[in-house]
């Protein structure tokens, strides 16, 4: 098992920043990407961001240009920097994690709320 422990949601005004963490701990064995998805009331949870284990990364259109993810393998964590923040980020953020060893296991935070107030 990996439990995720996520830190770093807030309230914060249109155009400022938040960065959010994510610590794995427990069987890190294995985890190839981590990334973070994020759920908005009434909407489906949706990629925001997500990095493997070589440093490659993929963004929703969304965000790119304003967040940035990166991970520190050593530590198992990943984190999310997110700036010009605008009201529509608005949501709950969950962290993932990919983990492969025989087989494929996806585990999940317990997610940080981010508000952005116009």
């Known amino acids: 098992q990996v439990q995720l422990v996520e830190s770093g949601g807030g309230l914060v005004q249109a155009g400022g920043s938040l960065r959010l963490s994510c610590a794995a701990s427990?069987?890190?064995?294995?985890?190839?990407?981590m990334g973070w998805y994020r759920q908005a009331p009434g909407k489906q949870r949706e990629l925001v961001a997500r990095?493997?284990?070589?440093?490659?990364?993929e963004y929703a259109d969304s965000v790119k240009g304003r967040f940035t993810i990166s991970r520190d393998n050593a530590k198992n964590t990943v984190y999310l920097q997110m700036n010009s923040l605008k009201p529509e980020d608005t949501a709950v953020y969950f962290c993932?994690?990919?983990?492969?060893?025989?087989?494929?296991?996806?585990?999940w935070g317990q997610g940080t709320q981010v508000t952005v107030s116009s």
């Open positions: 427990g069987s890190t064995i294995g985890i190839n990407t």
């Open positions: 993932n994690v990919h983990r492969v060893i025989l087989r494929t296991y996806d585990y």
């Open positions: 990095i493997n284990r070589d440093g490659n990364t």
